[in-house]
């Protein structure tokens, strides 16, 4: 049982008026209304790119070839146009903050009747969006950009395993890649701060069983995803500034230390960097990202799972003169209501996944895994199992002295799962 969801109080279904209001939507026919005013994007060759079990589509790329500049576009759907602002569904989207992900469970921030069906970019369907579209050179600079609302439809749906596959052939890819290498550079020669570390995916078999593997993010396809978006919500974060509007922007003050410059540093650099990082500070009015170095950045790229996002979005049609705006101290009050909501949303993500890696590494106790030692304390080292990136403590031993970034054997001696517990000592 996942007693973090009582302890929080998160709500798993949803009540029986939403799911009638989102149902009402689902099943409504698209009428005029729905593409009134929007520029018809319907011939560009649009595609998803997203994971395996992704089920809620809400970002699309495309690329054309003009011979002198290319035109890039991210694609969003329009999700605040089937959910105005006050509804029942925006209420209680603004209740959970966001979808959560879990190993054994997804709890979405709108019903699937709207996220997975009527507000989801489906190959083949015509959807509402908010389109960027952004010209650059032959060797990826960017010469200018523009936001609309858009009609749009999807003609592939490609995961990152299918893209991988295609990254060297296809020739709207290896463009695609190089421009977002480009950018990523323009990023470094600011002073961003590439953190590069795998992500370890949890996941449950058809038995409930745990499985672990490891997902590698600067894999072509997901550093491409990565990058176009981080590039179309700094362009959102800008559109919103040059036309004085209010929105939640994310600054960053700069880092307390750099252990590595630009993409260059050790596993232990890149897991310790992280740990100077500042924290981000959200607000009505832009500031500079020193992590990501941008000038400005929002979050506008994922409307159906975070409340952000879906208020961002607002603000862009407002400026497109799609809806009336959020007024600054609106804004200022959301982002005050969505605290506790997201720092519960966090607090559960985070404690299911690591429940569910002890289950799975509850069957290797008596087996050997490196690790590097990160920091001596003085009754134990704190070292990180390499292949999982759990944390865990060493007693010290004598005649052993060990200093940070050694790699050394350990044998796992204990799990305890609901205690969160993994004891081990050196092999």
């Not at 310790?272 to 500070?281: A, G, I, T």
């Not at 060990?402 to 517990?421: H, N």
Request: charged share 25%; proline share 6%.
């Amino acid at each position: 049982e996942n007693t973090d969801l009582i302890r929080e109080g998160i709500p798993v279904e949803f009540p029986a008026v939403v799911a009638a209001v989102a149902e009402a939507k689902a099943v409504k026919a698209p009428t005029v209304s729905d593409f009134a005013g929007r520029q018809d994007l319907t011939h560009l060759p649009l595609m998803t790119i997203d994971g395996q079990s992704t089920l809620d589509f809400d970002d699309a790329i495309s690329i054309q070839d003009f011979g002198d500049h290319y035109l890039i576009g991210v694609h969003i759907v329009d999700v605040a146009h089937f959910v105005p602002k006050g509804d029942p569904i925006d209420e209680e989207a603004l209740r959970r903050g966001s979808s959560i992900y879990m190993p054994d469970q997804k709890i979405p921030m709108l019903p699937p009747a709207l996220a997975e069906g009527r507000c989801s970019l489906k190959e083949g369907a015509l959807r509402p969006a908010i389109s960027t579209l952004v010209k650059v050179n032959p060797i990826g600079d960017i010469l200018s950009y523009d936001i609309m609302p858009s009609i749009v439809r999807i003609r592939h749906q490609r995961t990152y395993y299918d893209v991988n596959l295609i990254s060297d052939e296809d020739a709207g890819i290896i463009r695609l890649k190089e421009i977002a290498v480009r950018f990523r550079e323009q990023r470094l020669d600011q002073g961003a701060v590439q953190i590069s570390l795998p992500d370890v995916n949890v996941w449950l078999d058809e038995n409930g069983q745990a499985g672990v593997s490891r997902i590698n993010r600067e894999s072509p396809a997901r550093m491409l995803v990565t990058e176009l978006m981080i590039m179309a919500n700094w362009l959102t974060a800008r559109f919103l500034r040059d036309n004085d509007m209010p929105a939640i922007f994310r600054a960053q003050p700069d880092p307390k230390s750099r252990l590595f410059q630009r993409n260059e540093g050790t596993l232990f650099q890149n897991w310790m960097q992280r740990r100077l990082l500042s924290r981000f500070v959200l607000d009505t009015r832009s500031g500079r990202h020193s992590g990501l170095g941008l000038d400005a950045y929002v979050t506008a790229s994922s409307p159906i799972r975070k409340y952000f996002d879906l208020v961002t979005q607002r603000q862009v049609r407002a400026v497109l003169g799609l809806e009336a705006p959020y007024r600054e101290e609106d804004i200022s009050q959301i982002m005050q209501q969505l605290q506790q909501p997201m720092s519960a949303v966090s607090r559960v993500q985070h404690g299911r996944h690591q429940y569910w890696l002890l289950r799975y590494l509850e069957d290797k106790v008596g087996e050997h895994e490196e690790a590097i030692v990160l920091v001596r304390r003085k009754h134990n080292y704190q070292v990180l199992l390499i292949n999982y990136l759990v944390e865990c403590d060493l007693p010290l031993t004598s005649g052993l002295n060990l200093k940070p970034e050694d790699v050394i054997q350990v044998t796992l001696q204990q799990v305890r799962p609901r205690q969160g517990k993994l004891t081990v000592f050196t092999a």
